[in-house]
T-cell receptor
Framework: KQEVTQIPAALSVPEGENLVLNCSFTDSAIYNLQWFRQDPGKGLTSLLLIQSSQREQTSGRLNASLDKSSGRSTLYIAASQPGDSATYLCAVNTGGGNKLTFGTGTQLKVEL | EAQVTQNPRYLITVTGKKLTVTCSQNMNHEYMSWYRQDPGLGLRQIYYSMNVEVTDKGDVPEGYKVSRKEKRNFPLILESPSPNQTSLYFC????????????FGPGTRLTVT
């Protein structure tokens, strides 16, 4: 059974700092991995999608990497801003009805 | 604007009173699914549909029903809600092929008393 772990559960950093969020999964047989952002009272916003054949994806200040063989992904956020404060979720797609298996998230707070 | 919509966004109901949460997408996606989110448990899949009239159980289907009569709609039905179904519910959609990203609705917060 696929299990996804995100460490740390919570993180507080000063504005401007570069930071890394970690995601690990137990079964390397994945089709893709997706990073989401969740704001309080709002839905999930897709940030990046990495296919199993890819090593990384970039969007603006965000860079996500994938090491499928070791079951790890990282989300790098450059020059963090208070508006980046949210919960970040990673999810792996192992097929089987296109199901996403989610981690429990990292709650990020960027302080002025 | 491409989006997944859910209604209602907030709902408080009593045990046993049937309810339906609607989900609609305007992206012509074949795949739709429902998840629930609970503290400490993350998001778990309830049901999914690969296309019209094709539905299947996810990880936590007990107490829920779904139907997919139209491509754009995928309602979640709780025929006899119980307090353990108090949760935050999300609908998602995507292209059927596994390579495509999934889009989520804004969520429905359900409280069953």
């Amino acid at each position: 059974k696929q299990e996804v772990t995100q460490i740390p559960a919570a993180l507080s950093v000063p504005e401007g700092e570069n930071l890394v969020l970690n995601c690990s999964f137990t079964d390397s047989a994945i089709y893709n991995l997706q990073w989401f952002r969740q704001d309080p009272g709002k839905g999930l916003t897709s940030l990046l999608l990495i296919q199993s054949s890819q090593r990384e994806q970039t969007s603006g200040r965000l860079n996500a990497s994938l090491d499928k063989s070791s079951g790890r992904s990282t989300l790098y956020i450059a020059a963090s801003q208070p508006g980046d404060s949210a919960t970040y979720l990673c999810a792996v797609n192992t097929g089987g009805g296109n199901k996403l298996t989610f981690g429990t998230g990292t709650q990020l707070k960027v302080e002025l | 604007e491409a989006q997944v919509t859910q209604n209602p966004r907030y709902l408080i109901t009593v045990t046993g009173k049937k309810l339906t949460v609607t989900c609609s997408q305007n992206m012509n996606h074949e795949y739709m699914s429902w998840y629930r989110q609970d503290p400490g448990l993350g998001l778990r899949q309830i049901y999914y549909s690969m296309n019209v009239e094709v539905t299947d159980k996810g990880d936590v289907p007990e107490g829920y029903k779904v139907s997919r009569k139209e491509k754009r709609n995928f309602p979640l039905i709780l025929e006899s809600p119980s307090p353990n179904q108090t949760s935050l519910y999300f609908c998602a959609s995507s292209r059927r092929e596994l390579a495509y990203e999934q889009y989520f609705g804004p969520g429905t917060r359900l409280t069953v008393t």
